[in-house]
């Protein structure tokens, strides 16, 4: 990214320090309400490299948000987003989420891709995207916005790498070839009530339309989804708050399941 103003220095030590400390803060637009879309995805871009630096992790993927009209509804918005997935956000089935670690943690179901070729352009079509996609699995999304109460702007979220803190990937990943991937029905249980149901179809009407819309937003900045990457298609319901000592479950039509557990 182009040197840094020292505006967009405050705003990414901010927003990382919110992070670090598990501090939840008032949100970037109280403070400077000009920000663009354009500069808010410059200062994701800052503040992913310099968790690159401090804390020494990898881009391992990409993420969309907001995909689905309930979401855009539920946080006031018009418009897709996208962030970015590294290493320390890999949380596992078998191992305890720790809520000490996080403000006011959400879980999401998604989708997961895993990308079997480099993918960049801006003429990509959905057919692309399925025929670079290896494999298909249930996932879950931990979100959890550093600022209060989970309100903000786009600009906000964008500049917070769109809520992300950890996700959860399940064992079985398939072909996407063998499940129609418009349509994969999903209900997810928090402490075995159902809390949420959903359909793929609220991705944008189909997950790999979203990856599809992702990769040409990314291409308009020089960047693609590489061969090795997971992808998180996007949430298929709102999200859900949990708490410690809660466990949570997401079953997906012929996909499988996904399950979490927060100490
Ligand atoms: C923004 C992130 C949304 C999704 O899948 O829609 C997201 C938020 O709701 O805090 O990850
Ligand atoms: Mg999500």
Redesign the pocket.
Known sequence: MPLMTSKEKEIITYLYTAERDVREVVKVTDDYPELTIQEAYELQEGLLARKMVENRTKRVGA??????KA?QEM?GVNEA?YGELHNDMLAYEWEPVNRAKLIHPKA?P?IAFLMGKDLQGADITEKDVINATKYVAPAV?I?D?RYKD?KFTLVD?VADN???AKFIVGSKWISPDSVDLGNVGMVMTKNGKVAATGSSAAVLGHPATAITWAVHQLAARGKGLKKGDII?S??MSG?IAFDSGDSIIAEFDNLGSVSMFCK
Do not use: D, Q
Not at 63 to 68: C, H
């Open positions: 993420k969309l948000g907001l995909t689905s979401k946080m987003i999401e998604e999304e979100i916005s989970f979220v769109c809520s992300s998180l996007g949430a999200a």
